[in-house]
């Protein structure tokens, strides 16, 4: 079984400054998919980016990229400009390229805090 | 706006009472997806459906029962809840399931289910 893990419960980053937010993964699998999702107060999950692990390119998505490190199953978020609309909880989550037995959900980390200070 | 819709956004039950949770896009996506999710937890998985057919049922108990009337909308059926069901229900949608598509999942703003 895949496990996510997201180190930092909180972060907290002043507006405009940059933050990054880490996240490791465990998987016996070599092809699979990774993805950030933002879930502020409003409760929705919003995709933030996505990233094919067969893909060396980091993705990136205006001021969102990753740090994809595919040996060291690592794969962290940079905000850069943060604006008070970022203020949520980022969710780190793994899915596998295979089909059935439970690999098209979605596993995700425990979340990162992310506080925007004005 | 959300292009997943979930109705009703907030839901009060009793432990005897029988109600459903609705889910509806219109992505033409064709695998949909029940989540629950605990306060200040990450979502965890309870159902996959796929064109229409049950796919994965990540061992859930019997009280919730999902159903799939056509692609475009998915239900989750509520009958003798516990007090610890109480929590987010979230659905989401893709355009496919499994494989190597990678599609990303698109969630809906989620039903908040409290079991008195």
């Known amino acids: 079984a895949q496990t996510v893990t997201q180190s930092q419960p909180e972060m907290s980053v002043q507006e405009a400054e940059t933050v990054t937010l880490s996240c490791t993964y465990d998987t016996s699998e070599s092809d699979y998919y990774l993805f950030w999702y933002k879930q502020p107060p409003s409760r929705q999950m919003i995709l933030v980016i996505r990233q094919e692990a067969y893909k060396q390119q980091n993705a990136t998505e205006n001021r969102f990229s990753v740090n994809f490190q595919k040996a060291a199953k690592s794969f962290s978020l940079k905000i850069s400009d943060s604006q008070l609309g970022d203020a949520a909880m980022y969710f780190c989550a793994y899915r596998s390229a295979q089909t059935g037995g439970g690999a098209d959900g979605l596993t995700f980390g425990k979340g990162t805090h992310l506080i925007i200070q004005p | 706006d959300t292009e997943v819709t979930q109705t009703p956004k907030h839901l009060v039950m009793g432990m005897t009472n029988k109600k459903s949770l609705k889910c509806e896009q219109h992505?033409?996506?064709?695998?949909m997806y029940w989540y629950k999710q605990k306060a200040k937890k990450p979502p965890e998985l309870m159902f996959v459906?796929?064109?229409?057919?049950?796919?994965i049922n990540e061992s859930v108990p019997s009280r919730f029962s999902p159903e799939c009337p056509n692609s475009s909308l998915l239900n989750l059926h509520l009958h003798a809840l516990q007090p610890e069901d109480s929590a987010l229900y979230l659905c989401a949608s893709s355009r496919e399931y499994g494989g190597p598509s990678g599609q990303p999942q698109h969630f809906g703003d989620g039903t908040r289910l409290s079991i008195l």
């Open positions: 992505m033409g996506h064709r695998a």
């Open positions: 459906y796929s064109y229409e057919k049950l796919s």
